[in-house]
C-alpha cells in the first residue's frame, strides 16, 4: 500500500483547505452542498495540490539557480565589487537552500512511501514549501538587487528592490492572511 492509498487520522470537522485544522477553512456556496470530503479524500487532496505548487515553484528556482550559477563566468563578474561579489554570494546559497527545500517534498515521499504516514508527510511538505518560498523570494529579491546596483546609479536599486520585496510580502503572505481572517469572520457570523 502506497502512501496515497493510506488512511489519514481524522482531523476534526474541517476541509483543511489551507492545512490547518479549523472550521474557517469550510466551503461555502455550492461547495458547502457537497459531501464532507473523508480524511482519505482530505489528505489525498492536500497531497495533490502540495504536487502542484511544488511543480510551479521547482520550475521557478530552478532556471533561476542555474542562472545565478552562470553569472560567476561571465567576464562581467570579473568587474563586481566586493559588496556586490558578497550579494552575489549570499543570492548563491539562498537559490540553493531555496531548491533544497522546494524539491524536499519529493525526497520525502520518495523516502517514506508506503509507510503509511501520509499525514506527516503533507504537513512537512507544506512547511517545507512555505520555507522555500520565503527563501524563494529573497533569492528574486537578491537577484534584483545585484542586477540594479550593476545598472542604476545610487541607492534607486535598493529603493526599487524594497518596492519589489514589499509587493512580494503584500501577495504572498498579507493577501492570504488576509482572506483567510475574512472567511473566518464570515463563517462566525454564519455558525
Known amino acids: 500500500m502506497t502512501t496515497t492509498e493510506q488512511s489519514a487520522k481524522p482531523e476534526g470537522k474541517d476541509t483543511a483547505c489551507c492545512g490547518h485544522s479549523h472550521d474557517r477553512c469550510r466551503p461555502s456556496g455550492a461547495e458547502a452542498s457537497e459531501a464532507p470530503e473523508t480524511p482519505h479524500e482530505r489528505v489525498n487532496r492536500r497531497w495533490n495540490e502540495i504536487l502542484q505548487e511544488t511543480r510551479v515553484t521547482q520550475t521557478g528556482v530552478q532556471i533561476l539557480f542555474g542562472f545565478l550559477l552562470s553569472v ?27 531548491t533544497a527545500s522546494l524539491i524536499a517534498p519529493v525526497s520525502i515521499h520518495r523516502l517514506l512511501s508506503g509507510q503509511r504516514m501520509k ?55 498579507v493577501l492570504p492572511l488576509r482572506l483567510r481572517r475574512r472567511a473566518a469572520r464570515r463563517s462566525s457570523r454564519t455558525g
Do not use: K, N
Not at 74 to 96: C, K, M, S
Not at 125 to 150: D, E, H, N, P, Q
Open 119 to 173: 499525514d506527516e508527510v503533507v504537513e512537512s511538505a507544506g512547511r517545507l514549501m512555505m520555507c522555500g518560498m520565503v527563501l524563494l523570494a529573497l533569492t528574486i529579491g537578491c537577484t534584483l538587487l545585484l542586477i540594479l546596483r550593476f545598472v542604476l546609479p545610487g541607492v534607486l536599486a535598493e529603493v526599487l528592490v524594497g518596492t519589489v520585496m514589499l509587493w512580494f510580502g503584500l501577495c504572498w503572505y
Open 72 to 98: 560567476s563566468f561571465t567576464p562581467t563578474f570579473r568587474q563586481l565589487e566586493t559588496l556586490d561579489r558578497g550579494i552575489y554570494v549570499a543570492t548563491v546559497v539562498l537559490g540553493a537552500a531555496a
